[in-house]
């Protein structure tokens, strides 16, 4: 199976959560790439079999808007029946982002599998979260 690892990272809790679960997917005998948000698409999903997707809550909870939410909002309309997983790192707040990113994604029509936060650096319970979601990507 061929997975795109979709990130934006500010201060790299968001990079070092995908490093992890790229190592998680590669485990599994898949191919897993990762890609910065900038240079990923709507043109560029079809390409894969699965789609993870990272950012960090931003601001008063919201993705990353210069790069991330543009990206997204492209690639929404190219997410039915797709298998996805999100992640994401945070400083404050609890997560809410990540639960309206979660509805907003299955509203899309995407197979969201998990979702995965961290509050700063990917602690050993992230670690364990994410090795469990990439298997749940590749199943």
Do not use: H
């Amino acid at each position: 199976m061929k997975v795109a690892i979709v990130f934006w990272s500010g201060t790299g809790n968001t990079e070092a959560m995908a490093e992890i679960l790229q190592s998680a997917i590669k485990e599994n005998g898949n191919e897993a790439e990762l890609i910065s948000a900038s240079s990923f698409n709507a043109q560029s999903v079809s390409a894969y079999d699965a789609l993870a997707f990272g950012c960090p809550a931003m601001g008063s909870e919201v993705l990353e808007e210069d790069e991330f939410e543009p990206m997204f909002s492209q690639v929404e309309s190219s997410l039915s029946g797709k298998k996805v997983a999100l992640f994401g790192s945070y400083g404050w707040g609890d997560g809410e982002w990540m639960r309206e990113w979660e509805s907003r994604t299955e509203a899309d029509g995407a197979k969201v599998v998990g979702t995965v936060i961290a509050n700063g650096e990917p602690d050993d319970t992230a670690v364990n979260e994410l090795k469990n979601l990439g298997g749940a990507l590749v199943e």
